[in-house]
């Protein structure tokens, strides 16, 4: 067996011992922006994310005494499930940790009075590679008593989608609960009796084997529900009295992968994308586009200064899908570097990593997953004395993707999100683990500038 010295040990050693120490990374401020009715931009305040690139969901409501709402945001995709509240200039109020600290998933969020109290609750679901565990808080952040349940199958990790409010006008709000895509269109609608969340009405929106899956809003007593994968976009509004009528129903051929949020605006349905950062309404046929860095947006209209005129709050969105119609695809953006997973098109996870740096390089092109090896000793001799050569020892956890390339957990440095490496993909002990044991042979692999 071969012998590597002591310090080598003790690096992969802490590595499991203590994660956190070989999983720091790069950090970004992302920006949560504010228009007025026309799409001017009124305000703008930053929040740290660790993992920016997997934005936050967004819900906007009053959770004090004084009638002014505050904005509530859900850490999206590989960063803690917290739910973060700030005021509407940017100061930060409060946050909760709603689900154990390792379900890095991404939370959306809707927030109403459910139990009618006069008071809001904040309703949180995992996205997708979570299970469909709602849970409901108190304006204060604490666990509501009978608001915790699996809404649908334990074992279904698509991601929940909410929508809240009043359905049958009678003053008191309901829970929508709606799959993600990669899910059938199973609406359920739940109601608070007593000291409890329960099941009152559920219905299939569309045909059972759609697995678009659902996004929706509820504005003056309707639900309005929109497929959230393809660009064949079908939006259909019902009421929900006793049995579910459908009012409406339009196909919208969108130019883009998918809707990341629906929302009123100006009385009507608009849609945000997941990739051009475009906004599209629905009773006018226009399209306004926002200038962002990030690839889809979630958007919230809300009278924030109750004037009688809503403002329109922006956040970054999950990039939810890809062009990758393949059961698995791994993609590595070397501008970005970042990489993203997807299945059957539906982005499944995305992380940071270390490609090469110069006057090494990472192979672009096409590739595929060439082998899984458990170790591989990473030792290189360019010549005697040559300061170039190194030995790394036996390193857990490669996916070999070209000869002497491969996507691998490195110990040695935590600068993820810049460029490290002598060719290869780096990557921290958590994401590693993950793409290790998702990742099959032959499935391609896209490096990309």
């Known amino acids: 067996m071969r012998k590597y010295p002591f310090y080598i040990i003790l690096a992969i050693l802490a590595s499991f011992i203590f994660p956190s120490i070989a999983q720091a990374s790069a950090t970004w401020n992302v920006p949560i922006t504010t228009y007025d009715q026309d799409w001017n931009q009124i305000g703008s305040f930053t929040v740290w994310q660790a993992n920016a690139q997997a934005g936050f969901s967004l819900a906007v409501a009053d959770l004090g005494t004084d009638g002014v709402p505050e904005l509530i945001l859900g850490q999206g995709l590989g960063n803690e499930p917290s739910v973060l509240v700030y005021s509407q200039s940017g100061s930060k109020i409060g946050s909760l940790l709603a689900y154990d600290q390792s379900m890095k998933a991404g939370l959306n969020l809707a927030v109403c009075d459910l139990d009618h109290d006069g008071a809001n609750e904040i309703i949180t679901a995992p996205q997708r590679g979570g299970g469909p565990h709602v849970k409901i808080f108190d304006r204060l952040g604490n666990p509501l008593a009978g608001g915790d349940l699996f809404v649908y199958n334990p074992g279904f990790e698509g991601g929940v989608n909410l929508a809240c409010g009043d359905l049958n006008e009678d003053g008191i ?205 990473y030792t290189w001799n360019y010549g005697a004395n040559d300061p170039r050569n190194y030995s790394l020892g036996f390193v857990p956890y490669n996916l070999r993707i070209y000869p002497h390339i491969y996507i691998h957990y490195a110990y040695w440095h935590n600068n993820f999100g810049h460029p490290m490496s002598h060719g290869c993909v780096n990557v921290n002990l958590e994401n590693m683990k993950w793409i290790y044991d998702w990742a099959e042979e032959n499935i391609p692999v896209e490096v990309r500038e």
């Open 173 to 377: 709000d309901e829970l929508v609960t709606l799959p993600a895509a990669g899910g059938g269109p199973h609406v359920k609608i739940w109601r608070w009796s007593g000291n409890h969340l329960e099941l009152s009405k559920e219905f299939f929106a569309y045909a059972a084997d759609d697995q678009r899956g659902l996004v929706g809003t509820i504005h003056d007593g309707v639900l309005h529900l929109s497929t959230q994968h393809a660009s064949a976009t079908s939006v259909k509004s019902f009421i929900v009295h006793s049995d579910p009528k459908l009012i409406s129903e339009k196909i919208l051929d969108l130019p883009e992968k998918g809707v990341a949020s629906i929302f009123i605006h100006d009385e009507a349905l608009n849609f945000s994308t997941t990739s051009n950062q475009a906004v599209y309404n629905l009773k006018f046929d226009t399209i306004q586009k926002i200038e962002t860095d990030f690839s889809g947006l979630n958007i919230v209209s809300a009278d924030l200064n109750q004037n009688g005129q809503e403002e329109i709050i922006s956040v970054p969105a999950r990039p939810s899908f890809g062009d990758y119609p393949e059961s698995k695809s791994i993609v590595i953006d070397l501008s970005e570097q970042r990489l993203y997973a997807f299945q059957n098109g539906i982005l499944d996870n995305t992380f940071l990593i270390s490609s090469g740096k110069f006057p090494w390089h990472t192979p672009v092109g096409n590739h595929s997953v060439l082998a899984k090896i458990p170790y591989v000793d």
